[in-house]
């Protein structure tokens, strides 16, 4: 997971973590803890390959212009990568971003700030939407078949993971793709095969599932 701190005025604090994971973005900054504003931020972290084979494969799939919805968003790194890979028409974003502890991750009131501030620049070509409100609930607002694309990366438990793939598989439409990450994780990989039989594939990573949905003629 890689962690960004926005102090006042949207800037970007560039993290131990964050230089770590991005070898890429250290070499063209040359330090730790540097502070950064959002659009420098960005025109360095856009250039950097999408991580999750699940937007390469969405891509691939779907093409661009499409209608997403990430569950379980922090703060928004797998989000950016949705959007610049993806160039959704729609994309909706569910977080309660509450402060707390999520699966052993500290979710602080700053990963609100920080996604917001970092996707504000994309907001009104890709008509983003931040919803603060609980996967399974929110999947209510919306009819069955509204979305091309899913992601679920949010609590990593058994039942939540059931819930949530019950609760948005329905609102993807045949064709559209579902896929969730921490594949890993025990309870991840229980409620998924047990949600979707052996419709789904693990990417090589060995980090996420899919499942593309079936056109049922
Ligand atoms: C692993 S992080 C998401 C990381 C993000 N997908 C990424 O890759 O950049 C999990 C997030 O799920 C959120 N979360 C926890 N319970 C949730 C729920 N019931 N509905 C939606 N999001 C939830 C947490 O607040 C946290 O921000």
Same mark, same amino acid.
């Given at each position: 997971? !890689?962690?960004k701190?926005?102090?006042? *005025?949207?800037?970007?604090? $560039? +993290?131990?973590?964050?230089?770590? @994971?991005?070898?890429? $973005?250290?070499?063209?900054? %040359? *330090?730790?803890?540097?502070?950064?504003?959002?659009?420098?931020?960005?025109?360095?972290?856009?250039?950097?390959p999408?991580?999750?084979?699940? &937007?390469?494969?969405?891509?691939e799939?779907?093409? &661009?212009?499409?209608?997403?919805?990430?569950?379980?968003?922090?703060?928004?790194?797998?989000?950016?990568?949705?959007?610049?890979?993806? =160039? /959704?028409?729609?994309?909706?974003?569910?977080? /309660?971003? @509450?402060?707390?502890?999520?699966?052993?991750?500290?979710? +602080? #009131?700053?990963?609100?700030?920080?996604?917001?501030?970092?996707? #504000?620049p994309?907001?009104?070509?890709?008509?983003? %939407?931040?919803?603060?409100?609980?996967?399974?609930?929110?999947?209510?607002?919306? @009819?069955?078949?509204?979305?091309?694309?899913?992601?679920i990366?949010?609590?990593?438990?058994?039942?939540?993971?059931k819930?949530?793939?019950?609760?948005? @598989? /329905? %609102?993807? =439409? /045949?064709?559209?793709?579902?896929?969730?990450?921490?594949?890993?994780?025990?309870?991840?990989? %229980?409620?998924?095969?047990?949600?979707? *039989?052996?419709?789904?594939?693990? +990417?090589?990573?060995?980090?996420?599932?899919?499942?593309?949905?079936? !056109?049922?003629?």
């Amino acid at each position: 997971m !890689i962690k960004k701190e926005v102090g006042k *005025g949207n800037k970007v604090r $560039l +993290t131990a973590r964050v230089l770590l @994971e991005n070898r890429f $973005l250290y070499s063209l900054l %040359k *330090g730790d803890g540097i502070v950064c504003d959002v659009s420098s931020y960005l025109a360095v972290r856009i250039d950097l390959p999408v991580k999750r084979e699940s &937007t390469l494969y969405a891509l691939e799939k779907l093409g &661009t212009g499409i209608k997403a919805a990430e569950v379980g968003v922090f703060c928004g790194d797998n989000a950016l990568d949705i959007v610049t890979a993806c =160039r /959704p028409k729609e994309l909706h974003l569910i977080d /309660p971003w @509450e402060i707390g502890i999520v699966d052993g991750m500290f979710i +602080t #009131e700053e990963s609100y700030e920080i996604a917001t501030g970092m996707l #504000e620049p994309f907001v009104e070509e890709h008509n983003i %939407k931040f919803i603060k409100g609980l996967s399974v609930q929110e999947s209510c607002s919306y @009819e069955d078949g509204y979305f091309d694309y899913v992601y679920i990366d949010a609590r990593h438990d058994y039942d939540s993971v059931k819930a949530d793939i019950l609760a948005w @598989e /329905p %609102k993807v =439409r /045949p064709g559209g793709i579902l896929a969730g990450h921490d594949w890993k994780v025990e309870d991840v990989e %229980k409620a998924v095969r047990e949600t979707l *039989g052996d419709k789904f594939i693990v +990417t090589k990573s060995g980090m996420e599932w899919i499942y593309h949905k079936e !056109i049922v003629c």
